[in-house]
């Protein structure tokens, strides 16, 4: 562990390894981590329910593999009716399986991934359906487990970075299904028939909300004993072949209790074999269980908190658990990777994928930049790579393709918040040229033209550029950003910081709102619409994505001074602002506005309005399987509860600093960089939310903290109020 971590951390890791010793290699079902153990409070079940599009399978921190369960498939079909999608392949309330893939996406609004499949079926099966009854799951970090009643077998799973393993009790086939994965890219993969106890193949993905990106993911399986029979099977028949290509897999008539070990790459089937030699080796399930318990305890102790309920411990442990499931590692053990625009390659060091940027740029890579430093200035490097090799930055990426989904330049934004918290990654300098060239692209930056005429990008284009006005503060935010990054690299950002404010030329005197080129507003016009951008539910009102005119009016938080003065002064401002609240006009189930709560802490004197607004949103997150208010999407969701349970947030990307909230827990350690940073918040009653003073080491701060303070360590000591 780290110098600065703590000795309650080590005794908890000293636990893990204490119990991985005793149990040795035993074959008995595991049993759930006791409650000394941080991990004991992770409830990956938390989020299959609503919308959360969360999985409950097994996994390590920022893992490639990550096999769960598919109760359900979410078709296209589905989306363009405005369904409600499984994206993650589990849905709570299910009672039967069809098998389980080994990648996953976590919270996403749309399925890809979740190949390839393994499944375990009875004395006798059929190719290509084979769903059976599922019962008794059970989950923790790092392991899954369920009963499949209907054929008398059971399935435990754990997991490495790179490879997974399936204990199969009872059953009569296991089966390798190349092509029905999440992915809505057409049920096509390729399988061969090494020997009796081996299947190696690739399945194809892609498609991810119908977007152009595809991928490919490349498998070998391996039985612990030779089956007593195997062949493919193609479309609905056993084929006599020992290799296939199309709607395939393989069959492996087993009779019993068997393990499979499965080694996964985004390279090759040679990757994928090499993945799964070095990781699993002569290691046992236990090894690997407890192992994958270990490294979640490591991470989680990060952030010990004391105080709240066990309920309020379900919550932040689980929420911290989801933030660091993506980005995921996408290198193999010999470092090799598929480059951004195609092809492959090999580095000295980790690549991830799987980057929601849109999403995460808010909270998760501002906690990855606060807690887990070291790995998001790796993440930040896979990103300054990906803008090299594909001559402009990742918006939406996923094994190496883009997705083009969602809107801005949100890249820029994740770069400037790693520089400004010195983590400014290697590579940097070579991507910023591109970065900035990218700016003024039109094929990367829909509209930018226009927006670097006008200010805005205007409706007009609004069948070419989803949300126009949304679009606008999305790119002036990541204007900012990127003169952020072009100032640490001394370079001229006077015009960037300029065109970064350009947005203003939105304000009609009540909202920011669409716009068109010669200058007239949208209109009709209705502040409360959201859809009609795209046709399907919640998809904006027009203008604007994913939200409504509210939803955006504080949307530019690198500019609120200028935002209040066209509102008529800070006391306009937080009038409308309250208001927005006051209204329920806050959407707890999106990104675009999380950050509001906190903008009451730019303006003296208003930071109890925070409280208010803090308390009545983290509400919305529960212990229950549907506790998740909206799609977590890689975690954003989870972040911002993370951060708001701890009581300080990173309110404006690219700004080292963090607004205080109001800390859900008596007291919560941190490990960072510097050491420990402690926010000391006893709560005399759970209407003690208000702050009335705050003191970091002897020294009287605001409403506002610096990162470099956070960072360094020390002690944040609050006196909170029931009173305003």
């Not at 893990?16 to 040795?24: D, E, H, K, P």
């Not at 918290?421 to 509209?447: C, E, F, S, Y």
């Not at 675009?592 to 906190?598: C, F, Q, R, T």
């Amino acid at each position: 562990m780290r110098d600065g971590e703590t000795r309650s951390a080590d005794r908890r890791l000293a636990a893990v390894l204490a119990l991985a010793a005793a149990c040795g290699g035993g074959t008995s079902r595991p049993d759930p981590p006791g409650a000394n153990l941080l991990v004991h409070w992770v409830d990956p079940f938390i989020g299959t329910g609503g919308e959360g599009n969360t999985f409950p399978g097994a996994t390590v921190p920022w893992g490639m593999v990550a096999p769960s369960p598919h109760t359900r498939l979410s078709s296209v079909a589905d989306y363009r009716a405005g369904a409600t999608l499984t994206s993650a392949g589990d849905r709570d309330g299910d009672t039967t399986v069809q098998g389980g893939g080994l990648t996953h996406v976590s919270g996403a609004g749309c399925p890809d991934l979740g190949a390839p499949v393994l499944a375990a079926a009875g004395a006798t099966f059929v190719p290509g359906d084979y769903r059976t009854a599922l019962a008794d799951e059970r989950a923790w970090p790092g392991y899954y487990g369920a009963d499949l009643p209907a054929i008398g077998a059971t399935v435990d799973i754990t997991a490495t970075a790179r490879a997974a393993v399936l204990r199969f009790g009872g059953a009569g086939h296991i089966l390798v299904d190349a092509a029905r994965s999440l992915s809505w890219a057409g049920a096509h993969g390729h399988v061969r028939l090494v020997s009796p106890a081996e299947v190696e193949g690739y399945s194809d993905t892609g498609l991810f909300c119908l977007g152009p990106n595809r991928g490919r993911v490349y498998f070998v399986v391996e039985l612990d004993r030779a089956a007593d029979a195997a062949g493919l099977w193609q479309g609905t028949a056993t084929i006599d072949a020992a290799e296939a290509d199309g709607d395939v897999g393989a069959w492996l008539r087993v009779g019993g209790d068997v393990e499979a070990r499965v080694g996964v790459s985004y390279v090759s089937v040679a990757g994928a074999r090499a993945n799964l030699v070095a990781e699993l080796a002569d290691k046992s399930f236990d090894d690997v269980h407890l192992a994958a318990e270990a490294a979640w305890e490591k991470l989680l102790a990060r952030a010990v908190v004391q105080g709240g309920t066990d309920a309020d411990r379900t919550i932040f442990y689980t929420a911290l658990y989801h933030t660091l499931l993506h980005p995921s590692l996408a290198s193999d053990v010999d470092g090799g990777y598929v480059r951004f625009g195609g092809g492959t390659a090999v580095a000295d060091h980790p690549r991830y994928h799987v980057f929601s940027l849109w999403d995460t740029y808010r909270a998760v890579h501002p906690l990855l930049a606060l807690l887990y430093p070291e790995t998001q200035r790796a993440m930040a490097r896979s990103i300054a790579e990906m803008t090299v090799e594909a001559g402009a930055p990742p918006r939406w990426e996923l094994a190496g393709g883009e997705s083009d989904i969602m809107v801005g330049d949100p890249a820029d934004i994740v770069l400037g918040d790693s520089v400004v918290k010195g983590l400014a990654p290697d590579g940097l300098a070579a991507a910023a040229p591109v970065l900035v060239a990218a700016a003024d692209d039109a094929t990367h930056r829909p509209g930018a033209a226009e927006y670097a005429e006008l200010g805005y990008v205007p409706m007009d284009l609004a069948d070419d550029v989803w949300g126009p006005a949304s679009t606008t503060l999305e790119y002036a935010l990541a204007d900012f950003a990127l003169a952020r990054i072009e100032d640490s690299l001394s370079a001229p950002a006077a015009a960037l910081d300029a065109r970064a404010r350009g947005f203003l030329a939105l304000w009609d005197g009540s909202f920011l709102r669409p716009r068109f080129a010669a200058g007239d507003f949208l209109a009709p016009f209705d502040p409360d619409a959201l859809q009609g951008s795209r046709p399907y539910p919640r998809s904006g009102g027009p203008g604007y994505v994913e939200g409504t005119a509210w939803t955006y009016l504080f949307a530019a938080p690198h500019a609120l001074a200028a935002l209040a003065d066209a509102m008529g002064g800070d006391a306009a401002f937080v009038a409308r602002l309250q208001e927005l609240f006051d209204d329920g006009k806050f959407a707890t189930w999106n990104e675009p506005d999380l950050g509001y709560p906190y903008a009451f802490t730019h303006f003296a004197g208003e930071g109890w309005r925070t409280a208010e607004a803090v308390r009545a949103a983290r509400a919305a997150f529960t212990a229950e399987r549907a506790g998740i208010p909206g799609n977590d999407d890689a975690g954003a969701m989870s972040a911002w509860y993370v951060f708001s349970a701890l009581g300080i947030y990173p309110d404006v990307p690219a700004v080292a600093e963090y607004a205080i909230g109001t800390p859900l827990f008596d007291r919560a350690e941190l490990t960072v960089s510097g050491g420990t940073f402690v926010i000391d918040a006893p709560h005399p009653s759970a209407g003690h939310i208000f702050v009335r003073a705050a003191s970091l080491g002897s020294a009287t701060v605001g409403q506002r903290l610096a990162h470099a303070d956070v960072a360094a360590g020390g002690t944040l000591s609050l006196t909170l109020s029931d009173t305003k």
